[in-house]
T-cell receptor
Framework: DAGVIQSPRHEVTEMGQEVTLRCKPI?????LFWYRQTMMRGLELLIY????????DSGMPEDRFSAKMPNASFSTLKIQPSEPRDSAVYFC???????????????FGPGTRLLVL | AQSVTQLDSQVPVFEEAPVELRCNYS??????LFWYVQYPNQGLQLLLK??????LVKGINGFEAEFNKSQTSFHLRKPSVHISDTAEYFC???????????FGQGTTLQVKP
């Protein structure tokens, strides 16, 4: 398996522009997570999906952020409008069903490094 | 709310020396515990995890960790490190109800020749 695939790997944009990050989870995984990593706040869970349905979006910072999962093999995280404080590395991760109620391993993609000027 | 504290932000060590990266968690309920490693410009990958059973857990690349319930700790150890172990290490606790991972702030392991 190719693992979790994210695109683009790097994104540089100007403040106010729309940014769309993409993720393809590992085939057969039914959980998908979006994380943000910054020096100040570390790794934060933004939102996660189960079987394409958003389960918990309490980590989404504000209304400028939105995430969708139209099918089992694709998810997007959109920022509109983007701001310099959104600059971070955004990770997507996927896992199998939580048979052990939280014990499943999450598999991370390589991340998208976003810089908003 | 659960939280994870990694007591050292940076740990410099010479090659072939032993190392311990410390992790403490706070939780009033049973948890699952994880260590992930992040190499430069890469995503995180699992080193090891504790779910139940033996408190000494062995992982990849010669790492091991010991779960200590009374001290709410899950310290990571390796008896002899290599240059290639230079990376960021994250301790995480899983919420059994939701499966959400709560990560510590990370420890940078710097292995010097």
């Amino acid at each position: 398996d190719a693992g979790v695939i994210q695109s683009p790997r790097h994104e540089v944009t100007e403040m106010g522009q729309e940014v769309t990050l993409r993720c393809k989870p590992i085939s057969g995984h039914d959980y998908l997570f979006w994380y943000r990593q910054t020096m100040m706040r570390g790794l934060e869970l933004l939102i996660y999906f189960n079987n394409n349905v958003p389960i918990d979006d309490s980590g989404m910072p504000e209304d400028r952020f939105s995430a969708k999962m139209p099918n089992a093999s694709f998810s997007t995280l959109k920022i509109q409008p983007s701001e310099p404080r959104d600059s971070a590395v955004y990770f997507c991760a996927s896992s199998l069903t939580f048979r052990l109620a939280g014990g499943e391993t999450q598999y991370f993609g390589p991340g998208t490094r976003l810089l908003v000027l | 709310a659960q939280s994870v504290t990694q007591l050292d932000s940076q740990v410099p060590v010479f090659e072939e020396a032993p190392v311990e990266l410390r992790c403490n968690y706070s939780s009033s309920v049973s948890v699952y515990l994880f260590w992930y490693v992040q190499y430069p410009n890469q995503g995180l990958q699992l080193l090891l995890k504790y779910l139940s059973g033996s408190t000494l857990v062995k992982g990849i690349n010669g790492f091991e960790a010991e779960f200590n319930k009374s001290q709410t700790s899950f310290h990571l150890r390796k008896p002899s490190v290599h240059i290639s172990d230079t990376a960021e290490y994250f301790c995480a606790v899983s919420d059994r109800g939701t499966g959400k991972l709560i990560f510590g702030q990370g420890t940078t392991l710097q292995v010097k020749p």
